[in-house]
């Protein structure tokens, strides 16, 4: 069961990547959700991948990580992030058990990786990607009828960010603010607190090693999409056992 969940998160990895890159490269910049659909080809010679080459990690490998067509080198980030995805799913299963609301919590997250990923390359992050995050929170909302708590999440965490840009404008950018809404919206409201925390703190850290590595000073730009996505895998994955060790410090 192990082996098949694995490789069941592996594809997930491969299609979650590869949306990633198109996004990235505004492949399609008419359509954007066509990029959700649409077959993949080499990004050197545009030739439409076979479709034993798409197996996850064993693609990579059979071709020697090269393009059959044109012989383009093929990223070792695709076989990276197919395996990532794999044991993501593999530890997801193993906290929340194989369910329908397992494998929503676990495309949340691919779907939150993706716009990190975006985000980085492009300091960008897409209104479609955040319509399919919104739609698949719908879900673990339901089930956890928690509805009142959920909003509580999803209007502190827009305040704050509203109020930051209020207070320094430019800081954030209007991507970063729907994101952590629907984040928050997801979340509920202790979560979202515990989010917002890991997300300030990792975010801070990677802004100061940034500015020192890159000598661009304190003013320097970063996106804050990974750091909000880190923040809600900390919290899906661990947070209720956070929350408790904080209640009790202070109780």
């Known amino acids: 069961m192990g082996i098949i969940i694995f490789f069941f ?3 997930w990895g491969s299609f979650f990547y590869t949306l990633s890159i198109r996004y990235i490269k505004g492949s399609f910049k008419d359509d954007k959700y066509k990029a959700l659909f649409s077959r993949s080809n080499c990004p050197e010679c545009g030739t439409k991948i076979n479709p034993l080459y798409l197996i996850p990690i064993f693609g990579y490998l059979i071709l020697k990580g090269r393009c059959g067509s044109c ?3 093929i990223s070792l980030l695709y076989p990276f992030f197919e395996i990532i995805y794999g044991l993501l799913l593999l530890l997801i299963t193993s906290i929340h058990g194989v369910n329908p609301y397992a494998f929503c919590i676990f495309i949340i997250i691919g779907i939150g990786i993706t716009i990190s990923l975006i985000d980085l390359k492009t300091l960008l992050i897409p209104n479609s990607l955040l319509l399919v995050f919104s739609i698949c929170s719908v879900y673990p909302v339901i089930i956890n009828k928690s509805f009142l708590d959920n909003l509580y999440g999803m209007l502190f965490m827009a305040l704050f960010f509203i109020i930051i ?4 404008p430019g800081s954030f950018g ?10 928050g919206l997801l979340m509920g409201l202790e979560l979202s607190i515990l ?14 090693i940034y500015a020192v590595k890159t000598k661009s000073g304190f003013k320097s730009k970063i996106p804050f999409g990974p ?3 880190f923040g809600f895998i900390v919290s899906i ?3 209720r056992e ?5 209640y009790r410090i202070l109780f």
Do not use: P, W
């Open 9 to 11: 998160g592996t594809i």
């Open 71 to 73: 012989k383009a080198r």
């Open 165 to 168: 840009l209020l207070i320094f």
């Open 174 to 183: 209007g991507g970063d603010v729907k994101f952590a809404a629907l984040i």
């Open 195 to 208: 989010t917002l925390e890991t997300a300030l703190v990792s975010g801070s850290v990677a802004g100061i």
């Open 227 to 229: 750091f909000l996505t």
């Open 237 to 239: 994955i661990y947070g």
């Open 242 to 246: 956070i929350v408790l060790v904080y």
